[in-house]
C-alpha cells in the first residue's frame, strides 16, 4: 500500500511478529477437525431431514477406475461412498485388468449386494485415462465425480455437491477442499482450504484436484479424459472444460470433502513419485494456451508451474508514477534503481513533487528532468496530503497504456520486475497487477492483501522469512488476489478510469488501493500478484507514522468508511477461505470457522 506507516502495520495489516498466532498446539488441525468437522449420529439426522425436503434428487455418477489395488484401502473407499448421507449416487467402476482375482471376486461381490455399483473388467490394461472413460461408460448421471481407489469421501460430500448444483443450477464444474490421511487412515493433516475459482493459480497448479465433479454431458463433448496426459488426465480435463465455461460456472464448496491418502506410490505424499505426472501437466497447460491463442510459455518449478507471458513485439508504453516531498537521498536511490535495474524498453516517469521546500531536492529533480527524455516533473501543492488525489491529477498527464504507482522507498531487486507486470496486465481479463515485496531484513511484506484481516484487509503471510516457505508454497506461485498494494501496482489505463480511479474524497491516505481494487474486482478483473516481481519496499520514509492523534482519527475515519462501504465482502474474501483466519496473516486455521457445518 501507498505508505506502511507503523500504526497501519499494528492495526490495519496486522503485520508484527508479535501478533496473535492461531497455530499453536492447542488449536492444530487435528483438534480444528475435532470441535468443527465431528460428524456424528445428531449430523446425519439433520442433513436426513433437509434431504427429506428436496423435491429433485439428481443422480450423480462416481468414476473409479482401479488397478493393482491394495484390497482394504479399496473396501475403505467403496465403504466410504456406501456411507454418504446421500444416496441417490451409482458407483462405476472399471478394474484396468488388474490381474488380481481376489480384487475381481470383491468387486463382482460389491456389484452383487449393491445394485448401485457398475463392474466393468477391461481385457487390456490402458491406464488411468482409458480405464476412467470406460467407467464414465457405464454412468447415468448428469453429473462425474472422480474418486482415486485408495482415497475416501467426507459422508457430507455428495450432500454438500447435490447442494450445490442445486443453487448454482448452470455449474458446470464443483470442487471441495481436501486433505490427506495417513496410510492407516487414522491420521487427517495437510488440509488445502481453497479459495473460490482462481484462474491464475489454476495455471500454477491443479487448484480443483479433489473433489472434482464435472458435468456429465461436457465430458462426452470433450470424449474424456485423454491418455497421453495420464498423471494430469484431471487437470487437462479441467483445463478444457474452462475453455467451455464461464469461471462462474466453476463452483468452490469451501468444506473439506475428499481425504487424499498418502502412501509411497502417491504424489499426496511425494509429488516426485510420479515424475510424468508433472510433464503431462506442463503439455496440458501448453496445449491451452494454444488453443486460447494465447502466447505464452510454461516452465515447471518445484512448487507449480510458471506461466510467462509474451510481451508484443512492441511493449506498451507504461507511465510510472511516483509522489515525493524532501528526502533526497531516498528519492536518488528510488530512481538510480529504477534507472539502473529496470529492462523494460517502454516507460516514462512522472516525479509527482508534493510540496518540497529542499531546495537541493528541487535542483536535483529539475536536472533530472532536464537530463532524462522520458522523465517529467510535475509540481502538485495539494495540502493536507492525499493520496488519491495527488494520483489521480497525475494520471491525467500521463501518456501511457499502462500506469505504474511506485513509492519512492523502492528498490528493484529482480530487472525484469516491469516486465513480469506489464505481461501480466496485458491478459484478458486482468485488472490490477501486485509485486512481490520485501523489507530490507529479508522479511516479506508485501504479497497480496485479504479482505477482513487485521479487520478491514492485511497483506498475506507478512513478515515471512524469505527461505521460509508459505501456506502451499503460495508466495512461490502467481495467483489473484483481490486486492494488492499502491506502493507498487500496474494497471491499465482503461481499467483505471472505469473505476474512476482512486477516492480522493473518502480514502485519502489509508485503504485507497484496497477500495481501487476491490472496485476493479466488482467490474469482473482479476487481480494478480507476481512472485517474479521482486523488490524492496523499505516503508514510510516519506510521510512517516500515523502517530499524531490527526493522523490516527483520520485513519479511524478511513476505516469506518471502508467497513461501511465494503462490509459485505470484508469477512468474504473470495480469494481467501472462511476456514482460514482473520487474526493471522500466515493461513492459520479460523476458530472457529466462518462457515457453518451441518
Not at 500500500?1 to 492495526?11: A, D, E, L, T, V
Not at 482473520?582 to 472457529?592: G, H, I, M, V
Amino acid at each position: 500500500m501507498q505508505s506502511i506507516r507503523k500504526y497501519f502495520k499494528n492495526i490495519k495489516y496486522t503485520l508484527q511478529k508479535n501478533l496473535l498466532r492461531l497455530n499453536t498446539k492447542s488449536k492444530n488441525y487435528k483438534n480444528w477437525v475435532y470441535n468443527f468437522d465431528n460428524f456424528n449420529g445428531d449430523c446425519r439426522l439433520k442433513i436426513e431431514k433437509i434431504i427429506s425436503s428436496w423435491q429433485k434428487m439428481p443422480l450423480i455418477s462416481i468414476i473409479m477406475p482401479v488397478y493393482q489395488a491394495k484390497e482394504n484401502w479399496l473396501k475403505d473407499s467403496i465403504g466410504s461412498i456406501q456411507s454418504q448421507v446421500y444416496s441417490n449416487w451409482e458407483l462405476c467402476v472399471a478394474d484396468d485388468n488388474s490381474g488380481n482375482n481376489n480384487i475381481k471376486l470383491l468387486l463382482e461381490k460389491y456389484a452383487r449386494n449393491d445394485k448401485r455399483i457398475k463392474v466393468v473388467f477391461r481385457k487390456e490394461n490402458g491406464g488411468i485415462s482409458d480405464a476412467s472413460n470406460t467407467a464414465a461408460q457405464l454412468a447415468t448421471g448428469e453429473w462425474l465425480a472422480f474418486l482415486d481407489q485408495d482415497d475416501l469421501l467426507h459422508p457430507t460430500a455428495l450432500f454438500y455437491v447435490i447442494s450445490a448444483i442445486m443453487a448454482h443450477p448452470n455449474a458446470g464444474i464443483i470442487y471441495s477442499d481436501e486433505d490427506k490421511i495417513s496410510g492407516n487412515g487414522y491420521k487427517r493433516y495437510s488440509p488445502y482450504f481453497k479459495s473460490d475459482f482462481n484462474v491464475h493459480l489454476f495455471y500454477s497448479h491443479n487448484m480443483i484436484c479433489h473433489l472434482g465433479v464435472y458435468k456429465a454431458d461436457i465430458f462426452k463433448e470433450l470424449n474424456g479424459l485423454r491418455k497421453a496426459y495420464d498423471g494430469s488426465q484431471d487437470y487437462d480435463l479441467a483445463l478444457r472444460f474452462l475453455e467451455k465455461l464461464d469461471p462462474k460456472q466453476i463452483v468452490h464448496i469451501p468444506i473439506i470433502l475428499y481425504h487424499w491418502r498418502s502412501h509411497c506410490n502417491s504424489t499426496a505424499k511425494n509429488i516426485d513419485s510420479k515424475p510424468y505426472a508433472r510433464n503431462a501437466a506442463l503439455r496440458a497447460l501448453g496445449d491451452h494456451f494454444i488453443r486460447k491463442g494465447i502466447q505464452a510459455k510454461v516452465e515447471i518449478y518445484d512448487h507449480g508451474y510458471r506461466v510467462r507471458y509474451e510481451l508484443p513485439k512492441k511493449p506498451p508504453l507504461v507511465s510510472l508514477i511516483v509522489l515525493n516531498n524532501n528526502n533526497l537521498p531516498i528519492l536518488k536511490k528510488f530512481l538510480e534503481s529504477i534507472f539502473t535495474k529496470t529492462c523494460y524498453p517502454n516507460y516514462e516517469l512522472f516525479i509527482v513533487d508534493n510540496n518540497s521546500d529542499d531546495l537541493e531536492t528541487l535542483s536535483y529533480i529539475n536536472k533530472v528532468a532536464q537530463t532524462h527524455k522520458n522523465v517529467h516533473l510535475l509540481h502538485d501543492h495539494t495540502y493536507p496530503f492525499n493520496y488519491s488525489m495527488l494520483n489521480n491529477n497525475a494520471v491525467k498527464h500521463i501518456k501511457g497504456e499502462y500506469i505504474c504507482f511506485l513509492n519512492n522507498h523502492i528498490d528493484v531487486i529482480t530487472p525484469e520486475w516491469l516486465s513480469e507486470m506489464v505481461s501480466i496486465a496485458i491478459q484478458p481479463k486482468v485488472g490490477a497487477v501486485g509485486a512481490c515485496l520485501w523489507h530490507d531484513d529479508d522479511t516479506l511484506q508485501h504479497a497480496g492483501i485479504i479482505l477482513g484481516l487485521g479487520g478491514i484487509a492485511g497483506h498475506k503471510h507478512a513478515g515471512l522469512p524469505k527461505q521460509k516457505p508459505s501456506y502451499l508454497r503460495l508466495t512461490n506461485l502467481i495467483h489473484s488476489v483481490s486486492a494488492v498494494t499502491g506502493a507498487c501496482m500496474v494497471v491499465s489505463k482503461k481499467v483505471y478510469e472505469a473505476v474512476g480511479g482512486f477516492d480522493e474524497e473518502n480514502l485519502k491516505v489509508a485503504f485507497n488501493d484496497v477500495d481501487f481494487c476491490i472496485k476493479v474486482m466488482e467490474k469482473g478483473y482479476h487481480n494478480v500478484w507476481t512472485p517474479y516481481a521482486e523488490l524492496y519496499n523499505y516503508g514510510s520514509q516519506t510521510r512517516g507514522y500515523a502517530n499524531t492523534p490527526e493522523k490516527i482519527a483520520k485513519f479511524n475515519a478511513e476505516c469506518q468508511y471502508m467497513k461501511k462501504r465494503w462490509g459485505h465482502i470484508l469477512t468474504k474474501d473470495p480469494n481467501y477461505n472462511p476456514n482460514l483466519s482473520l487474526e493471522s496473516a500466515d493461513y492459520s486455521l479460523a476458530w472457529p470457522p466462518r462457515i457453518e457445518f451441518i
